[in-house]
C-alpha cells in the first residue's frame, strides 16, 4: 500500500504506523461545561464504518510528519491525504 | 586527566573503508552534523549563505549541507569539522532557530561508484523501497532500511551516502557488505 504523502509524493505504508479515527485531532475542552462526559466519548467512543473513513497516520520511518488519510476500509483505496497540522489549524479557523 | 583512547563507530581505531567491486565504501567521521528547527512562525534562515532546501532534497554550498528531515527542518553537514563546535557556530549564523549538537549521534557511510550511477542505483534498488529513478542527485529521505531508521543522500549521480544512529552503525555495515558483495 503506497500513501501519498503531501511533501514527499508516494511512500511505502511501512513506513507509517497507524493511530486511528482523524476526530482525536478535536480533543474537547478539559474546562468546558460538560467536559467529563465530551471526554468520555472522545476517549471510548469511535465510528467503525465500512466505507471511507478519515485516519491519523505518523510517518515514523519518514519526516515524522502527522497525515489525515483518507481511506476506503472495504478497498483499502487511498483517496487522500494531508498533514494533520493543517487540518488542526483550520479546525481552529488560523492560517494553514 | 583520564587518557582516553577515540574509536569509531564500529569500534575501531580507522575509519571502516572497504572495495567491493566498482563501489568504495567508507566511514566518514569527520563530518560534524547538527539539526536545525523554525520556532513557530519564523522566516527560513540562510545559514552560512547557504539556501535550505525543500522537502526531499539536499543542497551544498558555502562550505556546509543542508539537507530537510521534517516541515521546517534541516540537517547541517560540514564536512571535516567533527572536532569543532559545529553547533555553536551555526548558532551564530542562524538566529532564532532551534540548533541541537547531532556529531556523532549519526554514523555516516558514503558509497562512490567508479563505474557511474548503474551500481548505486542497484545497490538502492537492494536495500529501500524506494522510487530510485526518482531520488536523483540532490535528493536525501528518511527511510527504513532493515529495520533501521535511516537517511538516504544522493550526492551526485555516482554517490550516496546512508546515515544511521551511531548504535546502529555495525548493523547498517554489515548489510552494506553483504549487500554490495551481491551485486559483483
Redesign the interface.
Known amino acids: 500500500m503506497l500513501i501519498p504523502h503531501p511533501?514527499?509524493?508516494?511512500?511505502?505504508a511501512?513506513?507509517f504506523t497507524y493511530l486511528g479515527d482523524a476526530r482525536l485531532i478535536e480533543r474537547p475542552d478539559g474546562m468546558a461545561e460538560g467536559a467529563e462526559a465530551a471526554f468520555a466519548d472522545y476517549v471510548y467512543l469511535r465510528d467503525n464504518p465500512a466505507g471511507v473513513h478519515r485516519e491519523l497516520w505518523f510517518h515514523?520511518?519518514?519526516?515524522?510528519?502527522w497525515l489525515v488519510v483518507t481511506r476506503d476500509t472495504v478497498t483499502h483505496e487511498i483517496l487522500g491525504a494531508e498533514?494533520a497540522?493543517d487540518v488542526a489549524l483550520r479546525g481552529k479557523g488560523g492560517a494553514a | 586527566m583520564t587518557d582516553l583512547t577515540p574509536i569509531t563507530a564500529l569500534g575501531a581505531d580507522k575509519p571502516a573503508k572497504q572495495q567491493f567491486g566498482p563501489l568504495r565504501i567508507s566511514e566518514n567521521p569527520a563530518a560534524a552534523l547538527a539539526s536545525l528547527a523554525l520556532r513557530r512562525g519564523a522566516s527560513r534562515p540562510m545559514p552560512m549563505g547557504l539556501e535550505l532546501p525543500g522537502p526531499g532534497k539536499w543542497a551544498a554550498g558555502h562550505g556546509v549541507a543542508a539537507f530537510w528531515t521534517g516541515p521546517d527542518q534541516w540537517m547541517i553537514e560540514a564536512e571535516n569539522r567533527a572536532i569543532e563546535d559545529f553547533a555553536a557556530d551555526l548558532t551564530a549564523h542562524a538566529a532564532g532557530c532551534s540548533i541541537t549538537e547531532q556529531t556523532d549521534g549519526w554514523t555516516v557511510f558514503e558509497i562512490v561508484s567508479e563505474s557511474g550511477d548503474a551500481p548505486i542505483r542497484a545497490m538502492m534498488e537492494k536495500l529501500v523501497n524506494l522510487d530510485v529513478a526518482a531520488f536523483g542527485p540532490g535528493s536525501a529521505t528518511r527511510t527504513g532500511l532493515h529495520h533501521m531508521s535511516v537517511f538516504l543522500i544522493r550526492r551526485s549521480g555516482d554517490r550516496l551516502a546512508i546515515m544511521t544512529m551511531r548504535s546502529t552503525a555495525s548493523e547498517l555495515w554489515h548489510v552494506l557488505e553483504e549487500t554490495a558483495k551481491g551485486l559483483g
Open positions: 511533501l514527499l509524493g508516494l511512500r511505502d511501512q513506513e515514523e520511518q519518514g519526516d515524522r510528519s498533514l497540522r
